[in-house]
């Protein structure tokens, strides 16, 4: 089945140690996103690719870096993890039309010790 | 901030029973979507009402859209435990982004 799979499920690392989470996907969609969430919080967020377009959200901390090498992989690199940066962090697709829904993975839950 | 609030934050009922949610918006919209996420999992759409529409069932949901209030609600006919989910309304930005409204946590008793 075409789906959009997030690994690893639980990701632990220290105080200030770079991490990199990834996300994949056989939808063959243009568009890529990341959010963050937070505990009882709505999905914020962070920036998305439009092809190889990067499309940053102006609060999204400089902290926060994605990579997307081609069209099935998109990374999410957080450069120097604060205890603040402890969420779930979903990753999700869309075809490029102006109607279509967003299809998401199930998560990397991020803990920062 | 361009994200959406949704009222109630929580909502119980029995089985059997309806549910619904509201959502109020910011901006102007092509679409609002519905969607579902069950604890520790990603979301799941349930639904799309564009903008020139007003209603849009899709089994036992009913979503009403009015962009004079800019505002959207969730009607789940018959709820189910199953349903037991939180429930988030997220709008389309210019540039293809979506932002979520702030969720409504529905507990279903069986």
């Known amino acids: 089945d075409a789906m959009v799979i997030q690994n690893p499920r639980y990701q632990v690392t220290q105080f200030g140690k770079p991490v990199t989470l990834s996300c994949s996907q056989t939808l063959n969609h243009n568009v890529m996103y990341w959010y963050q969430q937070k505990s009882s919080q709505a999905p914020k967020l962070l920036f998305h690719?439009?092809?190889?377009?990067?499309?940053n959200e102006a609060d999204t901390p400089d902290n926060f870096q994605s990579r997307r090498p081609n069209t099935s992989f998109c990374f999410l690199d957080i450069r120097s993890p604060g205890l603040g940066d402890a969420a779930m962090y979903l990753c999700?697709?869309?075809?490029?039309?102006?109607?279509?829904?967003?299809?998401f993975g199930d998560g990397t839950r991020l803990s920062i010790l | 901030s361009q994200q959406g609030e949704e009222d109630p934050q929580a909502l119980s009922i029995q089985e059997g029973e309806n549910a619904t949610m509201n959502c109020s918006y910011k901006t102007s919209i092509n679409n609002l979507q519905w969607y579902r996420q069950n604890s520790g999992r990603g979301l799941v759409h349930l639904i799309l009402?564009?903008?020139?529409?007003r209603e849009k069932h899709s089994g036992r949901l009913r979503v009403t859209l009015d962009t004079s209030k800019k505002s959207s609600s969730l009607l789940i006919t018959a709820s189910r435990a199953a349903d037991t989910a939180s429930y988030f309304c997220?709008?389309?930005?210019?540039?293809?982004?979506?932002?979520f409204g702030t969720g409504t946590s529905l507990t279903v008793i069986p």
């Open positions: 690719y439009y092809d190889k377009d990067f499309n």
């Open positions: 997220a709008t389309d930005g210019p540039r293809n982004q979506f932002y």
């Open positions: 999700a697709t869309s075809r490029d039309d102006r109607g279509g829904s967003q299809h």
């Open positions: 009402i564009r903008s020139n529409e």
